[in-house]
């Protein structure tokens, strides 16, 4: 536009400049500005105009703060700057929004980014145009492109679930491109690098986490994943995953198991995952088609029909022949066994050593006899040579020293395809031991579990003992072990010895250990002889195993002595004291506890407190920690207040509580029980404005609760234009709340409008579009709403699917029904197998029920089979086939059910009166093979000297 030249601003202030002369050359003020940009015309495609509020528009024409790009082109349009002109300005904010933002560390700008270091597959390279030795093919876009890239412009966490080299990372590397080019991209090393970015996060930053599982197993928490995505901090992630790691993590445990992966199912619900396939839809299909004519490698790729175009491009058939037709036993041999290591818990690399003292056991007799002497050189020459420019079976690992080799990694697609064909062999005892041997930390205790898992419990004992001396986990595992086979004498010298290595915890479970057993004497000497080694952790144990043997007086000194210690032991101490009726002194430590700020403490307090009838004294305490600023404790009072009609004093609290919620959700809570006591009172105006502080001040909920308010005033379209913008990008909140609002104000039209807009995006939005179509009558279009989000694999799949069946089988097209199911669950998913042979019971009438269900526990992961096993058992059962349920389980632990399968294999051969066989069993770990556990290498003699 004449006179603004936004090309000439060299920074955040001079660009706030350009824009401010832009407003004033138009003669716009905010008030008209803000109102003009609730009236801009629809967009005709990408998300909606962002609103403009006054104060934001006073924000970045001082240079106070920098517009989000949504932001700018919405003040751009205001001001009518032409569509030409756009990028010039988008240019300029680029550019001095750099300068403005402050860089994470190690992050680049997107634009800047090489997807070959993202983790982006090379690509075989053929004769002909366009096979630059460094480029990737053409890209063909996905179905899933257009949900991703919704996803990444409203600010998610988004997953991509696929197996090896279907274009997982390729298809987020180019989404983050089409969506983020302007921001920076980091990728963190590790869980601890994350954890630091989210303590404080960078604005307009893409957080790259290719290999998921990687954050995962490192211990990333759900905090950490909150706290990258919480305000406005303008942060997305992306990350991707194999379905085996997905579905591992998530499949909940069954009756009595412990919970392995809870923390990994609460991170994973925070993201929006999306499936990709591993063949191409016939739509992709035409693009890739399409592809072919100007890339040669698209058309090679596509010639393939045992394999999918991505496969073919990452070299995925060639990465198979390569194992499977090596030209000699000791190449084969060798890529077998960094299969073998790899699938059975080695994630870092596999060492040479370990590789070299494997690899005899795959090899017959004659060729270990007959091995030339650089068997070892050749054979790693043809592992890790790169195949058509794109990858090798085998990949080295840099050591810490230039020109050093730290281990192998197996070319990703072939473990999946290795792991998926030895799903069911087990390892020679020579192969266990050299990962003993060869292996440490974390690696070598997962060996040990895999080996535990298949009930080969001699070989796992060896290799915890191994691990024992560095790892807590494996001195636990080993224990464990020995526990469930009943050898309590190893067991216990186990046990003091991992006290012995100043392990706490251990510690404290070997006294318990020796008190459980009837020797008490021996319990307390250990408990004291920590003490006296100046471990004060003990002390709530110690008192704990006094009180259970009547020496209340010591107990009660002893709980003392650990809350001086400064242990957080106030709540088994005060139950202590309440157990043994001593009533004041559990006031006195709870005052103590209180006064200490713990809110526990505080509260156990004033109920107990209310219950003696002393409400005063708890009105006091509460008083006392609200004003040292406990939220929580403004929070409880305000509510007593309010209960007792005191709604003056009650208004005063909850506005501090407001003042000082920092914008959480105690301030959110407190801000609508503020609004909801100023309503009854007909304080409109104030609520209005409290509400609009909260909008100002960014806080999540508050453009809903404003919502309220205009509603009750009558603005509804003011409380449409405010909640809109937030419920296109999927906010489940806002979007609950709009259109509820639509809803009671009959405005049907607009309601399927932004159901429509949003279900491709956000899987509740399905569910409400379809509940409107119901009611009026539309059930063809609410059927074809279903059947789209049933076959996206999102959130809202399993409550489609069902939901779309039963609307089948109500109208009568039972067979279209069982398609369905049987379409979804071709793909091996054990819920939607259920619901078919449910429905085949049901509808059908047929026997079917016995083949699917052994199709899933031969061809299932681990959690698959045993659930399958179970189903089968029961129709097995029913015709008496007890040689056939035998069977079954025989086959799920050789392909490493675990000892819950060891277990019911076991109790089988009990019930038909085979006690001594189910006994071998469950000790065949122990007793069968004749080798002598040996640790080598190890430089503790307490676990050496346990060797049996």
């Excluded at 090393?189 to 599982?213: G, I, K, M, N, S």
């Excluded at 050189?377 to 085998?394: I, N």
């Excluded at 709980?559 to 709540?571: N, Y």
């Amino acid at each position: 536009m004449e006179g603004v030249d936004p090309d000439r601003a060299d920074g955040p202030a001079d660009f706030a400049a350009c824009l401010d002369a832009l407003r004033r050359l138009r003669g716009l003020s905010y008030e008209r500005m803000e109102a003009a940009a609730g009236k801009l015309p629809p967009k005709p495609s990408g998300p909606a105009w962002e609103p403009l509020a006054r104060s934001t528009i006073g924000e970045i024409v001082t240079g106070r703060r920098m517009p989000s790009r949504d932001k700018l082109l919405t003040f751009l349009a205001v001001c009518g700057v032409p569509s030409a002109e756009v990028p010039r300005w988008l240019t300029a904010w680029s550019r001095v929004g750099s300068v403005a933002i402050r860089r994470p560390l190690g992050a680049l700008p997107v634009r800047d980014a090489q997807p070959r270091a993202l983790g982006v597959h090379a690509a075989i390279q053929v004769t002909g145009p366009s096979t630059a030795a460094d480029g990737l093919p053409v890209y063909v876009p996905r179905d899933v492109d257009a949900r991703l890239r919704a996803a990444l412009a409203a600010g998610r966490f988004v997953l991509l679930v696929g197996g090896s080299s279907v274009g997982k990372t390729r298809s987020a590397w180019e989404a983050v491109r089409a969506e983020r080019a302007d921001w920076w991209l980091v990728h963190p090393p590790d869980a601890a690098a994350l954890a630091a970015l989210a303590a404080a996060p960078v604005p307009r930053t893409v957080v790259w986490l290719d290999e998921f599982q990687n954050y995962l197993s490192d211990g990333l928490t759900p905090a950490t994943i909150r706290a990258l995505l919480a305000g406005e901090a303008e942060t997305v992630l992306v990350g991707t995953l194999w379905p085996d790691h997905y579905f591992r993590v998530t499949a909940k445990p069954g009756v009595g198991e412990d919970d392995l992966f809870r923390r990994e199912r609460e991170v994973l619900k925070q993201a929006e995952v999306i499936d990709l396939a591993d063949r191409l839809t016939p739509a992709e299909q035409e693009r890739a088609d399409a592809a072919a004519r100007d890339d040669p490698r698209i058309r090679v790729a596509l010639t393939s029909a045992d394999y999918g175009m991505t496969q073919v491009l990452a070299a995925a058939p060639h990465l198979v022949l390569r194992w499977e037709q090596a030209p000699d036993p000791y190449a084969r041999a060798l890529i077998t066994a960094a299969i073998d290591a790899r699938r059975l818990g080695v994630e870092g690399g596999v060492p040479t050593a370990l590789l070299t003292a494997a690899v005899p056991a795959y090899l017959a007799p004659s060729e270990v006899a007959r091995a030339p002497q650089d068997w070892l050189a050749r054979a790693m020459a043809y592992a890790t040579k790169e195949l058509h420019g794109a990858t090798a079976v085998l990949n080295p690992l840099p050591g810490r020293e230039m020109g050093t080799v730290a281990g192998y990694t197996v070319a990703d697609y072939l473990l999946q395809h290795g792991t998926a064909m030895r799903r069911a062999s087990v390892p020679a005892d020579s192969v266990w031991q050299a990962y003993a041997d060869h292996l440490t930390g974390a690696d070598l205790w997962r060996t040990g579990r895999s080996a535990e898992d298949r009930g080969l419990f001699r070989q796992a004992e060896l290799i915890y003992r191994a691990a024992a001396g560095d790892l807590a986990q494996a001195r636990s595992s080993l224990i464990d072990l020995m526990g469930r086979q009943g050898r309590i004498e190893d067991e216990e010298r186990v046990r003091r010895a991992a006290a012995a290595a100043r392990d706490d915890l251990e510690l404290v479970r070997l006294g318990n250990f020796l008190d459980q057993r009837g020797r008490p004497a021996e319990a307390e000497r250990v408990f004291r002889d920590g003490l006296a080694l100046g471990d004060t952790s003990v002390l709530s144990s110690l008192a704990d195993f006094l009180d259970r043997h009547g020496r209340t007086a010591e107990a009660l000194d002893t709980w003392r002595q650990a809350v001086d210690a400064g242990h957080d032991v106030w709540f088994p101490f005060i139950e202590f004291l309440k157990s043994h009726r001593m009533r004041d002194e559990a006031y006195q430590v709870l005052r103590e506890g209180a006064a200490a700020g713990d809110l526990g403490c505080r509260n156990e307090l004033v109920v107990m407190l209310d219950i003696g009838k002393r409400a005063a004294e708890a009105e006091e305490v509460l008083w006392r920690s609200a004003t040292a600023g406990h939220r929580y404790a403004r929070s409880i009072l305000a509510r007593r207040l309010e209960s007792e009609g005191r709604t003056a004093e009650a208004e005063r609290v909850w506005r501090q509580s407001v003042r000082h919620g920092d914008g959480d959700e105690t301030s959110s809570d407190a801000r609508e029980k503020l609004s909801d006591l100023l309503l009854r009172q007909g304080r409109l105006a104030e609520a209005e404005e409290l509400w609009r502080d909260g909008v100002r001040a960014g806080e999540y909920g508050s453009a809903s609760g404003l919502a309220k308010v205009l509603e009750q005033q009558g603005r509804v379209d003011e409380a449409v234009a405010l909640l809109l913008p937030s419920a296109l990008k999927g906010d489940a909140d806002t979007l609950l709340t709009l259109t509820l609002l639509l809803g009671r104000h009959g405005r049907d039209a607009e309601n399927e409008r932004l159901l429509e807009a949003v279900s491709t995006t956000y899987d509740k939005g399905t569910g409400w579009l379809v509940s409107l179509l119901l009611k009026q009558g539309r059930s063809d279009e609410a059927e074809a709403v279903l059947l789209r989000s049933a076959l996206n694999g999102g959130e809202q799949a399993w409550t489609s699917r069902s939901r779309l069946v039963e609307l089948l089988v109500e109208r009568g097209r039972i067979d279209e029904a069982e398609g369905l199911l049987r379409r979804i669950a071709a793909s091996g998913n054990l819920a939607v197998n259920e619901e078919l042979v449910t429905f085949l019971e049901t509808h059908r009438h047929t026997d079917e029920s016995e083949e699917i269900w052994r199709r899933l526990a031969d061809h299932g992961d681990s959690n698959t089979r045993w659930y399958a096993g179970h189903h089968l058992t029961k129709l097995l059962a029913r015709t008496g086939r007890t040689a056939e349920i035998e069977e079954l389980w025989r086959r799920n632990l050789a392909m490493g059910g675990g000892t819950q399968v060891l277990d019911v294999l076991a109790g089988l051969l009990a019930e038909q009166g085979r006690s001594a066989e189910a006994d071998r069993l469950r000790r065949e770990g122990v007793s069968r093979g004749a080798f002598r556990v040996v640790i080598r290498g190890r430089d503790s003699p307490s676990w050496q000297g346990l060797d049996r």
